[in-house]
Each structure stands twice: as C-alpha cells, then as structure tokens.
C-alpha cells in the first residue's frame, strides 16, 4: 500500500448525498482480475449522462480531492470503489459520513478518508466552486485539512494514521502474532462446522 | 456486566486484545465468491503465503453466472475469466468450490445455510456486502473487502474494533400479505440507509420470534442497506430445527454439545443497547420503494413523494434526482406504477419459502401481456426442490420464465439486466442507479407483491387481487 503522509491538491465538489458504491463503480467495471486499471469505470453512469457532472467540466479535471454529501460509499463492499478513486487520480474523500466497509476499504487501500462537518463541506464545496484553482492541503500527521487560511482538524485514530503514514499491510502484522492464534485454534470446540471433508 | 448476543459472539473471538490496537477476531467460515477474490489470492501469491484453513473456506460462482444454458461455457469471455480465475485459484490453494452445475452450487448467502455450515454462535466473513444474511442464525457475520479476505485467507482473523449496539424491536402480529421483506424495508425507511453505522442490529420481539429461518434470512441480509455492520437474531427452536440433519451441522454428541451451546446465545437481561428502534407488527403494511436507495421506500397506499415539500435543501435535492432517474411525477399513486418486468430471487428472496409464496398467487393465473417475469432460485437446492414441489410449472403456465440459479438481475453482471428506462419490481435489495442494468429502474417489494404486480403490470398489493380471477 502506498503510504500517505500529507497531499496538496484541488477539489471536486460532488454534492450528492448517498453516493454508494454502485454509482461509484458498477458491477460490469468489477470483471477485471487485476488490481488496476479500473478509472475506466469511475463515476462512468454519471459521467456518461449527464454533462454538468463534476468530472466532465474540464476546471476540476486535475482534482485529487473529492469532496461529497453525507453518507459516501454505502452499498457493496467491492474495494474497487476505492481502487477507482485512486486509479481516477483522487488520493483523499472528505465528507461527514462515510459507510463503514468503504471507509474501513480505504483505509486497506492507501485512499484516505477524512470526516469534516458538513458546514465544512459546504465551505470547501463553495471554494472549489468560486475558484477551482483553489489548493487544499490534507496532512495526517497533522489531522489537519487546510484551506484559503482555515485550518480544520479531523480525527483518526492512531493506529490507523500510524499504518497509514507507514503504508503498512495488514496481513504482516498479524503474522507476528501467530501463536496467539495457534494457541486460539486449540480451544475451539470440535463441533464447529467445517467445510471439508465435503458431505 | 450483562452482554447483548452480538458482544458475546465477538468476545467469543478475540484472539488478542491491546489498547490502542484493533482486537485479532477469529474467523469460522470464510465464503468466497469470483468478483472480490482474484487480487487477494494474487497477493497470496506475490507474498508467497498459503490459505491458512482451507477447511474453514468455502467458494461458490454466484455473480457471473449466466441462468440460461448453465451446463456450457458462460459466452461473455470476461465473465468467464474471472470464474475460471476462481477455479484456478481453488484449485491451487486446496479450497472447495461448488461450481456451474454443481448440487451445491448457488448465491453464496444461500448455500451456507442450505449446507448448515452457517451456525449459531460463530463468526462468518465473505467479500460481499449482504454477509449479514447469515446473522439470522445468531451468527456475527458481516461483509469485508478484498484486502481483508487476503488477510483471512491468510490468518484466518481480522483486525475489528468493537461495534456499538442497536436492537430494532417488532412486537406483535404480522397482518395477511405482509411479510419479513416489508419489515426490514419499513425500518430502513424509518432509520435512513446509513442510520445504523457503526452498529451491528440484534431484531427482536414476538414478530421476529415468529419468522421462519428464510424470513429471518431476509430481514438480516438487508441490514447493510440501513449501514449496519451486521444483524443478528437470537437462536431458538427454529433455528435448531431448521438444522437439525444438514450436511454439515454436528451429528451426534457434537450435535447435542451444540444445541446446548446455542440455547444459551441470547442478550443477557439488563444489556444495554447504544440506540433502540421499535416498530408495531400490526401496523406494517406491503412496503415498495420509489426512489434510488432502500431508504426511499413507502407503504404501497401511499403516493410519490413531492420535493417541493421538504424544507432541507440536501434533502430537496436527493429526492429530485431519485424521481428525474425513475422517470416519476410527484403525487402519483405508488398502485398506478406501471412495471415491465418483475425478478423474483437473489440473497434476499430467492429461497424455497419465497418461491412458494409467490407461486401461490400465480397458481391457475396467468401474468399480465405486456410484463415479463423472472424466476431465479437462490441455488442449485433451492431449484431442485422448487421443481420436486412442482413450482417450476405453476410460474412456467402463469408465463413467467424459470431460470437457472444464481445472482442474475439483482446485479446483472450476467446476462439479466434491465434495458435503459425498463422499470422493474423487484424482490432484490437495490434500487440504486443503475444496479439492474443501465438507466434500469427498480422498484424494491416482498415475494407476494412481485406477484401480485406481475398479475396486473402495475405495483400490486396482494390483498388488491381479490378482483383478479384465479383461471381454474
Ligand atoms: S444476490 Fe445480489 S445482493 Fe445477493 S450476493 Fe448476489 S449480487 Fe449480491
């Protein structure tokens, strides 16, 4: 995973509430086998329906911010939602509520999540509206979002930044602990269902 | 200190608990589909690691799967990659696979129970958002991503922090022609499609009590549309019996250590629930939604809605986006909907029980001309005993179609999918934007009201067809 310390970039203002994962990427996007590549199906519905769409309007081209109505990313738990984002060039979402799997996929996938009060969100949305030029400055280490003289703290807890400042993977730090698992194995009851032999 | 049953199951799990780390949870079952493990078995591979306990995986092809013509090779080549990726994969890493044609083949979230590998009291994950299905055993089951299901096929655990708890609480009796489905859409309704995050749900009270296993099925495998983490029902006699003598439920003295295991899995008296939601059985009604999320839903007397009403400008703005998609005017009576297809299945309501249902009002009608009807058994189980039933013949001489199992047009990612601004009544679990197919619209009802709508071509309660002659 690619670690994430602090990102300055511009804003895609998307003011829609509930924007869930099907819109984000639909289901005939989710074929591929690999893990890149999916920008092509980012957005693609809205993209493709609807001129005044955030992305089609070529002053937000360039954003790597998306910032959202409450309620992102509820639906499927295909982390290739956040793959999209990150493969469409976005490297941060900020909105007042995200859904748990997407947000707990992000924090899997380098794409960081940063929970603002949605006045917040009207400022930044207003913004990036009034000059799309307008450059924010998203640090963890700090837990600070920054903006035309505002700063605004965000909290993260600190094993998640500290993973993420790191880019560690999951799968590593769990295997330092195997013995408590093994230890954990046997003291399962032996009832407990088990797929193989197959019956 | 009491514990509700969702506490009691996670705490049953902890591997290894630290301040200021998430808690190491013990995975039971891991379920495996085609769409969200290709890159977790290829980080597998990268990183030179095994599936820890095959024994504790199961895979099935679900997603991809075409309902026509299952016996040959599926035609679209990208499908088809992806589930000769998972047979592959299944086969390199010694994992069991019910594939395409396989008696245990079917929707992920029906075959675990259909197996009894889903089981009171134990911890289940899969790489697909409806995983809460399987808490109507009294199981923590919930949906992960494809990094998790790396790391579990890796460790066979997951990283967790606690979750908060919810109970939602229905009392009392059920009216005629309501059902589980009209239930859990009313209290999406009622909480909004992300008013449980952060929760896992425990239902209860006397009309949950007395819901079947598939109707409690339903209901849990809907909690994610109200932004759960997972629900869950406590187990009872029901859910004893309903696995009494499955395939793989304990046998013997297994069985009885079990059984008085699974009797002691209720919330203890005086546990405390973070938020409490309580609904009245006897005033539920047939619920259909009409907009472009579960939460955008209605009893079936009601009208669409007007945007002009709200005075909250987000709020303005969301319901005039969902009604410019469905193509809908505001003040229309829900009943006047007209629908050109109805899909009858998916994880929600595509078992035996929901067939039955809808076949009995189908039984010696015929489906109105200009409506089309899909009907897509949950598994391969589901199909075989649909068809020993004679089910299959009471939806082929009412005009429906009966197809193959698996996901179809709950998600079209095979062949079944919507045209653009095709309306659809569907018992699946949503009606976002596009889910169905491009520019489809889907309208979210029960199994009876599929039928009841695909009798009369428009969004129909099935207490309206007392008028509709039965043919024999
Ligand atoms: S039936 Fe629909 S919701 Fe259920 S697993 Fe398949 S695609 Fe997902």
């Keep these: ?199 | 200190m009491p514990k509700t049953l969702a506490e009691k199951v996670y705490d049953a799990h902890v591997v290894r608990s630290t301040a200021g780390e998430p808690d190491l949870l013990y995975i039971d079952l891991h379920l495996v589909h085609e769409v969200t493990s290709p890159q977790a078995f290829d980080g597998l591979r990268a990183a030179g690691r095994t599936v820890r306990r095959p024994d504790l995986t199961m895979a099935t092809e679900d997603h991809n799967v075409p309902t026509l013509d299952v016996l040959s090779p599926i035609a679209d080549p990208v499908s088809r990659a992806q589930v000769d990726a998972l047979r592959r994969n299944a086969a390199e890493f010694g994992i069991r696979l019910a594939p395409m044609g396989d008696r245990d083949q079917g929707i992920v979230h029906v075959i675990g129970p259909q197996l009894g590998l889903t089981q009171p009291g134990t911890t289940i994950v899969c790489g697909d958002s409806h995983t809460s299905t399987h808490g109507a055993f009294g199981a923590l089951a919930f949906g992960i991503g494809t990094s998790e299901v790396e790391h579990v096929l890796a460790t066979q655990t997951l990283p967790q922090y606690r979750a908060r708890q919810m109970s939602v609480t229905v009392d009392g009796e059920l009216p005629e022609g309501v059902s589980a489905k009209d239930v859990i859409l009313a209290v999406i309704a009622q909480i909004g499609t992300n008013g449980a995050a952060g929760h896992v749900i425990e239902y209860r009270g006397s009309a949950i009590e007395a819901l079947s296993m598939e109707a409690r099925m339903t209901i849990c495998n809907m909690s994610i549309e109200a932004g759960a983490r997972a629900g869950l029902i406590a187990p009872d006699e029901t859910t004893v019996e309903f696995l009494r003598g499955r395939p793989h439920a304990p046998q013997g003295a297994d069985w009885d250590a079990a059984v008085a295991h699974w009797r002691t899995l209720r919330t203890d008296e005086g546990a405390v629930f973070d938020t409490e939601v309580v609904l009245d059985a006897a005033s539920l009604t047939p619920f259909v939604t009409w907009g472009t999320n579960p939460g955008q839903g209605l009893p079936i007397s009601g009208s669409v809605p007007d945007p002009a009403s709200l005075a909250d400008e987000g709020e303005r703005r969301a319901v005039e986006q969902a009604l410019a998609y469905m193509g809908l005017t505001p003040g229309t009576p829900l009943r006047e909907i007209e629908v050109d297809t109805v899909f009858l299945g998916s994880c929600t309501n595509g078992r035996i029980e929901d067939l039955r249902t809808a076949a009995a009002l189908l039984r010696g009608r015929r489906i109105d001309a200009g409506t089309r009807m899909l009907v897509v058994p949950g598994s391969v189980g589901v199909k075989l005993q649909a068809e020993a039933e004679g089910l299959d013949r009471v939806f082929t001489e009412a005009g429906a179609e009966w197809r193959g199992a698996g996901c179809s047009m709950c998600l079209g990612m095979n062949p079944d999918q919507l045209q653009p601004g095709e309306r659809s009544a569907s018992t699946s679990n949503r009606n976002f934007q596009g889910r169905q197919g491009k520019g489809g619209r889907t309208h979210l009802v029960s199994p009876s009201v599929a039928a009841a709508t695909a009798l009369t071509g428009k969004l129909t309660a099935p207490a309206d067809l007392a008028d509709v002659p039965a043919g024999v």
Excluded at chain 1, 8 to 35: H, M, N
Excluded at chain 1, 51 to 56: C, G
Aim: hydrophobic share 40%; glycine share 8%.
């Design chain 1, 1 to 199: 995973m690619q670690p994430f310390t602090t990102h300055t970039g511009t804003v895609a203002p998307l003011r829609r509430s509930a924007v869930d994962t099907d819109q984000i990427i639909p289901a005939e996007y989710l074929k591929r086998i690999t893990r890149t590549g999916f920008e092509d199906g980012l957005f693609v519905a809205w993209r493709r329906d609807e001129p005044d769409f955030v992305l089609n309007q070529p002053q937000y081209a360039g954003a790597s911010v998306l910032v959202a109505g409450p309620d992102f990313g509820t639906g499927s738990s295909r982390e290739h939602a956040c793959w999209a984002l990150l493969d469409g060039g976005f490297r941060v979402v900020i909105s007042s509520r995200f859904a748990d799997i997407f947000k707990n996929n992000s924090t899997k996938s380098g794409l960081l999540t940063v929970v603002l009060p949605q006045a917040e969100v009207e400022a930044l949305w207003d913004a990036a509206e009034a000059d799309p030029a307008t450059p924010v400055t998203v640090d963890l280490r700090e837990r600070r979002v920054t903006h035309g003289g505002r700063a605004v703290p965000f909290e993260v807890d600190d094993y998640t930044r500290w993973r993420l400042l790191e880019g560690l993977d999951d799968v590593g730090l769990t295997e330092r602990h195997l013995a408590d698992v093994e230890q954990y194995e046997a003291r399962r009851p032996a009832w407990l269902p088990q797929v193989l032999p197959a019956r």
